[in-house]
């Protein structure tokens, strides 16, 4: 048996965003996840909004190996998976005055919270435009765009629970945003409030952004 293969800190995450196929079979996608969660990964699964996929997987778990055994479950289950992102939680380089509490909670999040069941994910990345790159900035002129980025952030704490993983090297942009709100209008919000930011207004670049509900799987499967 392969040996595990596991970040030196922090969780793997993959995100799937399928469709049922042809042979779709409910009771395998739910044995799937349950043995999934018995082997210590977490998963949430999404009814989903839109044309983009019907249902979604955010799966966690500190063994690469066990998400791909996840995502063949699902696959030989009749899921058939449209897109998909990967990426692995980190503490930013901008988290210097963080708690260690709340690191840790980066680093090893809990997730889906309880109360916040409208769901969101899209990527992003930092520009490299030639007047605007992110990358040729001094690090204390970051540090100052990130601080202001996440004051405003933080002004809807008890609204909105958000995961920022890395994803430099592993899918085509640097960071998956993954959200957790009370209501869907909270994810519209802080989206909206956030872009006026410099460090988003000028800098930052997005992907798809795919929108759902978190819904336990047993009844997620009956609405497809």
């Given at each position: ?30 044995a799937a996840v349950k043995h999934a969660q018995t082997t ?185």
């Amino acid at each position: 048996m392969s040996e595990p293969l596991s970040p030196a800190t922090g969780m793997a995450v993959l995100h799937l965003f399928c469709h049922p196929a042809f042979d779709f079979d409910a009771e395998a996608v739910v044995a799937a996840v349950k043995h999934a969660q018995t082997t210590g990964v977490q998963v949430i699964s999404v009814s989903m909004l839109g044309h983009k996929c019907d249902l979604a997987f955010m799966a966690i778990a500190s063994d690469l190996r066990d998400l791909r055994k996840f995502q063949s479950a699902l696959q030989q289950a009749g899921v058939i998976v449209a897109d998909s992102y990967v990426s692995l939680t980190e503490v930013s380089e901008y988290s210097s005055h963080v708690p260690p509490e709340m690191l840790n909670a980066r680093l090893y999040p809990q997730l889906p919270p309880p109360d916040k069941l409208a769901w969101c994910f899209y990527p992003m990345s930092k520009r490299r435009d030639p007047e605007n790159n992110w990358f040729t900035l001094p690090f204390d002129k970051r540090n100052e765009m990130m601080m202001e980025h996440g004051k405003t952030g933080r002004t809807f704490a008890g609204r909105v629970t958000q995961l920022v993983t890395g994803s430099a090297g592993l899918d085509d942009y640097e960071w998956g945003v993954t959200l957790f709100a009370v209501h869907p209008d909270d994810l519209k919000e802080v989206v909206y409030t956030m872009r006026f930011d410099e460090a988003s207004a000028k800098y930052a670049d997005f992907g798809a952004f795919y929108v759902g509900m978190v819904t336990p799987i047993e009844e997620l499967v009956l609405s497809l």
